[in-house]
T-cell receptor, first 115, second 114 residues
């Protein structure tokens, strides 16, 4: 069965600290996609990144970086030099190729960045 | 480029009533999905529509139904509302129905059932 686990419910850091959000997934498929979304207080889910199961290359986008490791079924997200505007709920999600496009979301991690 | 828009923003209904939520998809997107997000939880997949037909459904009872129109806009209908239906309802559109394309979400409709 598909499952996404975000074990960290809440994280609080001080501005400029680095922070890593953990994501562990379960799937029986060999072809799948992993996503990270940000949900600010306004409620809209903002797409951050997509990774397919055949691409284990880590990715960096500005202060954001993602570490995908199939061996441990993890897709972790690191924010470097955090800022107050990074405060939000972050969701990791999984979809299986050839399926309906259904996303399985984790429970989310609430990140609070204090000034 | 117009993003995903949902209406209304907030809604209060009484148990047993019926509700219709509306969604306009992002320009060029032919697939629409609906998700329910209870407070403090991750979104749960309700169903997906592609070319006006339901293309997949999550674990929701038949009183949750939907429509997709030729212009790819969509409606979510919920009959016989229950207190547990209180949640944020999110609409998302995408370029592909196969799970490989990112979903683009609207701001959601906050439904409260009393």
């Amino acid at each position: 069965a598909q499952k996404v686990t975000q074990a960290q419910t809440e994280i609080s850091v001080v501005e400029k600290e680095d922070v890593t959000l953990d994501c562990v997934y379960e799937t029986r498929d060999t072809t799948y996609y992993l996503f990270w979304y940000k949900q600010p207080p306004s409620g809209e889910l903002v797409f951050l990144i997509r990774r397919n199961s055949f691409d284990e290359q880590n990715e960096i986008s500005g202060r954001y970086s993602w570490n995908f490791q199939k061996s441990t079924s993890s897709f972790n997200f690191t924010i470097t030099a955090s800022q107050v505007v990074d405060s939000a709920v972050y969701f990791c999600a999984l979809s299986e190729a050839g399926n309906t496009g259904k996303l399985i979301f984790g429970q989310g991690t609430t990140l609070q960045v204090k000034p | 480029e117009t993003g995903v828009t949902q209406s209304p923003t907030h809604l209060i209904k009484t148990r047993g009533q019926q509700v219709t939520l509306r969604c306009s998809s992002q320009s060029g997107h032919n697939t629409v999905s609906w998700y329910q997000q209870a407070l403090g939880q991750g979104p749960q997949f309700i169903f997906q529509y592609y070319r006006e037909e339901e293309n997949g459904r999550g674990n929701f009872p038949p009183r949750f139904s939907g429509l997709q129109f030729p212009n790819y806009s969509s409606e979510l209908n919920v009959n016989a509302l229950e207190l547990d239906d209180s949640a944020l309802y999110l609409c998302a559109s995408s370029l592909s129905r196969w799970g490989d394309s990112p979903l683009h979400f609207g701001n959601g409709t906050r439904l409260t059932v009393t």
